[in-house]
C-alpha cells in the first residue's frame, strides 16, 4: 500500500485481506491496531466482531457491535447481527428491539426478511418462557423442561433457561442431565458460584466426592468467602480424606485399620446412602481379605441386597464362605461372580478351590480332627494335638475294639498334626489337596504317611513330662 495512506486504513486492509484468508489471528491483531489507531472508525470495531465472531468469541463480539451502532446508528447489519446475538443469548426484549429497528431503516430485501423471522421467533420464545415457568411454579417439571427444551435450541447461550432446566432434571432425578446443564451454565457466566455449588452437591449426593471436591474449589476460586461453598467444601474435604485414608490402608493390606476408617466414614455422612454402601461394600472386601469370612458374610449380603449383580461383593462373599467352611455355597458365590466376571482369575481359582475343598470336606479334615480353626496358629493346633494324643493313646485301652478304634483315632491325629505343622502340607491342604492322599499326590502322600507311622513307635507326645506313653505295632 501507498505510505501516504493512514495508518489505520493499513491495517483495515491488510486484515480484510487475512480473514479472507483464513488467518483469523493476524486479521485480528491488525484490527486490534486499527481500532487504537482511530478508536471513531465504525468500519475498524465492525470488522473486529466479523473476526471474533468467525472465532466463536461472540461475548467479544457484543460490545463492538454495540460501538457500530453507537458511531453509525444507521448500520442495518451490524445492528441485525447483534439482534441475533441477544436473541441466542436469552435477551429477548434487546433483541425484539434491535429488529424493530431494522424493520424501520429501510433494511434489504433479505434483512427484512431475516429481521421479521427473528422476531417471530423471539414472540413465540416469550410465549414459552411465561409457559415454562408457570409450569415450574406448578411443579410439573417435565412439561416446563419440554418448553426449555424448545427455548434453548434458539437461545443456546441463554444461562437463566439452561438453569432452570437443570432445576427441572435435579427434581426429575436426571442428574446427569443437569449436571450438563449447570457445567453450561458455569462457562456462560464468568462469576457463576451458584452453578459450581449446585454441580458439587450433585456430585456429593451422587457420591462422587472427588468431582464433588473439584467443583466446590471452583466456586472459592471465584469467591473464598462464599458461605455455602466453603461450609459445604469443608464436610467434602473430610469425607474425601477418609476414602482416600482408608483406600491407602487397603493398599497395605491393613484391614481391620481400613475397616475402621470406613466405620468413621458412614459417621461423617449417614445421610447419603451411597456412601453407607461404599463403606460397606469395602468393608466387606476388608474382612473377607482378612480371613473374618464369619463377620464378612452379613455385611457383604447386606450389600448384595442393594446391588445383586456386584461381581466384587459376590466374590468377596464366596471368599468369605470358603473361609467359613460353607463350600457349597461358597461354590454358588463364585459362579454368581463369574457370571459378572467372566475372565477373573481370582473367580475361576476360587471355584476350583472351593470345589476341592468341598470334596475334601466329603473325606478328611485334619483340621475338624485336632478340633482347631482353619486360621488356627501353629501354637494352638500343637496344643490340641497334645491333648488329643493324650486322650486317644492306645495304652490308655484295655478293651481290643476300643484299643483299635483308639490307634485308628491316634493315626488321624498325628497325621493331622504333621500336615498341619509343615507350611508347605498345610497350604496344599489348603487349596484342597491331602497331602497324605496317594489319589490326590500321585503317590507323594505315601512317604510322610510312613514317616508319621514310624514316629509312633517310641512316642512321646509331650517331649520332656511327666508321661511316657509306648507303643508298638505288630
Not at 491316634?410 to 489348603?430: G, H, Y
Amino acid at each position: 500500500l501507498p505510505p501516504n495512506l493512514p495508518r489505520e486504513i493499513n491495517h483495515l486492509e491488510m486484515g480484510k485481506k487475512l480473514l479472507a484468508a483464513g488467518q483469523l489471528a493476524d486479521a485480528l491483531s491488525h484490527f486490534h491496531a486499527a481500532v487504537d489507531g482511530d478508536p471513531k472508525s465504525y468500519v475498524a470495531y465492525y470488522r473486529r466482531a466479523t473476526v471474533y465472531l468467525a472465532m466463536g468469541k461472540s461475548k467479544s463480539a457484543l460490545p463492538d457491535l454495540t460501538k457500530v451502532i453507537e458511531l453509525k446508528p444507521d448500520f442495518t447489519s451490524a445492528r441485525l447481527q447483534r439482534g441475533n446475538l441477544l436473541l441466542k443469548q436469552g435477551r429477548l426484549d434487546e433483541a425484539e428491539g434491535d429488529f424493530k429497528k431494522v424493520l424501520k431503516s429501510s433494511p434489504s430485501s433479505r434483512e427484512e426478511q431475516e429481521a421479521q423471522s427473528q422476531l417471530k421467533k423471539s414472540d413465540e420464545i416469550q410465549r414459552l418462557v411465561t409457559q415454562a415457568r408457570s409450569d415450574f411454579g406448578h411443579e410439573d417439571y417435565s412439561s416446563a423442561a419440554s418448553h426449555l427444551d424448545t427455548i434453548i435450541d434458539t437461545c443456546v447461550w441463554d444461562v437463566d433457561s439452561r438453569e432452570l432446566r437443570a432445576e427441572c432434571f435435579i427434581q426429575m432425578r436426571e442428574m446427569g442431565k443437569a449436571i450438563s446443564d449447570l457445567k453450561a451454565a458455569s462457562k456462560l457466566r464468568n462469576d457463576n458460584t451458584q452453578a459450581f455449588y449446585k454441580l458439587s452437591t450433585i456430585y456429593y449426593n451422587l457420591g462422587d466426592h472427588e468431582m464433588s471436591l473439584s467443583e466446590v474449589r471452583e466456586c472459592l476460586k471465584l469467591d473464598p468467602d462464599h458461605k455455602q461453598c466453603f461450609s459445604h467444601y469443608k464436610q467434602v474435604k473430610k469425607l474425601n480424606k477418609q476414602i482416600m485414608s482408608a483406600e491407602e490402608l487397603i493398599q497395605q493390606q491393613r484391614y481391620g485399620d481400613a475397616v475402621s476408617k470406613y466405620e468413621a466414614v458412614m459417621k461423617t455422612e449417614p445421610d447419603v446412602p451411597q456412601y453407607t454402601f461404599l463403606a460397606k461394600e469395602r468393608i466387606c472386601h476388608c474382612l473377607s481379605k482378612d480371613q473374618q469370612g464369619a463377620k464378612a458374610i452379613p455385611v457383604c449380603s447386606e450389600v448384595l441386597q442393594s446391588d445383586p449383580q456386584n461381581g466384587n461383593v459376590l466374590k468377596d462373599r464366596a471368599e468369605a464362605y470358603l473361609q467359613d467352611e460353607q463350600y457349597e455355597e461358597a461354590i454358588k458365590g463364585f459362579e454368581s461372580a463369574k457370571e459378572f466376571s467372566e475372565n477373573d482369575r481370582e473367580v475361576i481359582e476360587g471355584l476350583e478351590r472351593a470345589q476341592r475343598l468341598l470334596k475334601q470336606s466329603q473325606k478328611r479334615d485334619y483340621y475338624k480332627i485336632l478340633g482347631v480353626k482353619r486360621t488356627a496358629q501353629k501354637k494352638e493346633i500343637i496344643k490340641a494335638y497334645r491333648k488329643l494324643a493324650q486322650q486317644w493313646h492306645p495304652d490308655n485301652f484295655q478293651d481290643p475294639e476300643d484299643k483299635k478304634k483308639a490307634e485308628k483315632k491316634f493315626i488321624d491325629i498325628a497325621q493331622a498334626k504333621e500336615v498341619l505343622t509343615d507350611p508347605e502340607m498345610r497350604s496344599k491342604f489348603d487349596q484342597g489337596e491331602d497331602p497324605l492322599d496317594p489319589e490326590s499326590q500321585q503317590g507323594g502322600g505315601h512317604h510322610h504317611f510312613h514317616g508319621a507311622w514310624e514316629s509312633f513307635q517310641g512316642f512321646n507326645p509331650f517331649g520332656s513330662g511327666p508321661f511316657s506313653f509306648k507303643f508298638n505295632f505288630n
